[in-house]
């Protein structure tokens, strides 16, 4: 199994902390702001993939520890699509954007609006 070295791990930390202050303060979507930290910081696919991963898996921790209402624990939120990637680089070796697709958490029916 391929691990992250410490160097690359806090920047997927530090990466994960900037998106959620861009989703939460800034009011961006978490594609946007993963978007955005990945063209500041040059990455590549797999970093975005394993980055939108890290958002969701503490995006919804978050969700399920600081709530005690059950609604509010299975409330719906938006998250990055895993399965979003940088375009190929152009011919001019510039970056195209990522899909802009928002996953949702699944709604209880007749439960949540």
Known sequence: MQT???EAEN????????????????????VDAIEKIARDSSWGPDMVRFASYA???GRQTYQRQENDNALEKFADFP???????????????????????????????????
């Open 79 to 113: 998250l990055a699509d895993n399965r979003s990637h940088l375009a190929q680089a152009g011919q001019d070796g510039s970056r195209r954007g990522l899909r802009h697709r928002v996953k949702r958490v699944w709604q209880w029916p007749g439960v949540l609006p």
């Open 55 to 57: 958002y969701n898996t």
């Open 11 to 30: 920047k997927v930390i530090l990466a994960v902390k900037q998106a959620v202050t861009l989703v939460d303060e800034d009011e961006m979507s978490p």
């Open 4 to 6: 992250l070295s410490k």
